[in-house]
């Protein structure tokens, strides 16, 4: 059964760090480019970073760039963000995605960013 499975989130102080992780189960991850996106209350969905099915391309929402780190280990089904620097407006529903033949969505984790 094809499922992305997000852990990690939290609540964190302004400048904390957190890491989340994205599990794959079901179908050849080795061959999926895998994006980060995030959800805050009453905005749209927008995508976080991206990287490449070998993990050699990166890509960076502005807002996050110099921050934020998108890496996966395709030996172990799994893609990371690494979160640093955080700011309350950071807050939101992070979603993992899995983009080739199909599209596959996490089911989201919650970060919330406050002191």
């Known amino acids: 059964q094809v499922h992305l499975v997000e852990s990690g989130g939290g609540l964190v102080q302004p400048g904390g760090s957190l890491r989340l992780s994205c599990a794959a189960f079901?179908?050849?991850?080795?061959?999926?480019?895998m994006s980060w996106y995030r959800q805050a209350p009453g905005k749209e969905r927008e995508l976080v970073a991206s990287?490449?099915?070998?993990?050699?391309?990166?890509n960076y929402a502005d807002s996050v760039k110099g921050r934020f780190t998108i890496s996966r280990d395709n030996a172990k089904n799994t893609v990371w963000l690494q979160m640093d620097s955080l700011k309350p407006e950071d807050t939101a529903v992070y979603y993992c995605?899995?983009?080739?033949?199909?599209?596959?969505w996490g089911q989201g984790t919650q970060v919330t960013v406050s002191s």
């Open positions: 990287i490449s099915n070998g993990g050699g391309y990166t």
């Open positions: 995605k899995a983009v080739q033949s199909y599209t596959y």
């Open positions: 079901g179908f050849t991850f080795s061959f999926y480019h």
